[in-house]
């Protein structure tokens, strides 16, 4: 089986910086695609950023300049930096990710989420 679990989440003020993991265990070969989503209470879930296992990254008009995306393969780890919080970030963000098992089959994946709260 393979496991995401999150962290890094917290309670921040306007301004400030946080930074997401994503932390990927289990049977995999290797991580194809990790995207961000957060969800804030009565929205839909919504793509943040993701990236490709080339490093090609895609991001959210809502936090281009802001946030960025990147990998540490060595550990299987994906982050999200979130710089310039402001209030509308607030949300629980999940990580979601492709892989291809050791068993060479392609599985997705999502992660337990974190809650991410900005004050104003």
Do not use: H
């Not at 194809?32 to 950023?49: D, F, H, M, S």
């Not at 809502?62 to 982050?79: E, L, P, Q």
Request: aromatic residues 10%; hydrophobic residues 35%.
């Amino acid at each position: 089986q393979v496991q995401l679990v999150e962290s890094g989440g917290g309670l921040v003020q306007a301004g400030e910086s946080l930074r997401l993991s994503c932390a990927a265990s289990g049977s995999i070969f290797s991580i194809n695609t990790v995207n961000w989503y957060r969800q804030a209470p009565g929205k839909q879930r919504e793509l943040v950023a993701g990236i490709t296992s080339g490093g090609s990254a895609t991001y959210a008009d809502s936090v281009k300049g802001r946030f960025t995306i990147s990998t540490d393969n060595a550990k299987n780890t994906v982050y999200l930096q979130m710089n310039s919080l402001n209030p509308e970030d607030t949300a629980v963000y999940y990580c979601y990710a492709i892989v291809t098992l050791a068993t060479g089959s392609r599985r997705s994946y999502w992660g337990q989420g974190t809650q991410v709260t900005v004050s104003s």
